[in-house]
């Protein structure tokens, strides 16, 4: 069983520690999108697209990567970390991944932290902002670790 973790965290690292706690458990290449090269996908059996979230949306460059890629019958996850910590911001990515022919195995996401100043001044972006530091925390990588096992358990 092969596995590969995708993911993009230009803002403050925060998904790449979940991509470590993912690719940890499981024994998986991790790759961050900044350097990614050429790589044959066809040699993995689980493949993890995760983002930072950023303006609503998880990064362009996964999209664009995927987009790609071949990926009819691959076994895969998503992942994100945003100040909200919903999963919702999931689905976009979800959708071209099943319009390619996947095999859908989870969608995780959590809190991670950011300040809302550095980039908006919407009150209510502030507020999550302070909602969001600490994170993600210990309660998160736990739960990134049973999400990753009951991946693993669906294969
Ligand atoms: C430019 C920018 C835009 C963001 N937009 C959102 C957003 O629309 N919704 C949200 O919940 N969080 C938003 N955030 C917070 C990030 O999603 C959060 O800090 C995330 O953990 C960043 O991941 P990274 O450190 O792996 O890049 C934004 C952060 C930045 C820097």
């Not at 993890?48 to 460059?61: A, D």
């Not at 990926?71 to 994100?80: G, M």
Request: net charge positive; aromatic share 12%; with cysteine.
């Amino acid at each position: 069983m092969k596995s590969l973790i995708i993911y993009c965290s230009d803002y403050r690292n925060n998904t790449e520690k979940i991509a470590r706690i993912f690719a940890e458990k499981i024994d998986s290449e991790l790759i961050n999108i900044r350097d990614v090269g050429d790589f044959d996908i066809q040699n993995y059996d689980l493949i993890g697209f995760g983002s930072g979230v950023y303006r609503e949306s998880l990064s362009p460059k996964l999209f664009k990567l995927v987009d790609k890629l071949s990926l009819r019958d691959k076994n895969v996850f998503v992942f994100s970390t945003s100040g909200a910590g919903m999963a919702y911001y999931n689905r976009k990515l979800i959708k071209l991944l099943e319009s390619k022919g996947v095999i859908n195995r989870g969608s995780f996401s959590c809190k991670g932290s950011f300040t809302a100043v550095e980039f908006t001044k919407n009150k209510i972006f502030d507020i999550i902002g302070r909602l969001s530091q600490g994170h993600p925390d210990e309660k998160d990588f736990k739960e990134a670790e049973r999400f990753i096992c009951r991946v693993m358990d669906s294969l």
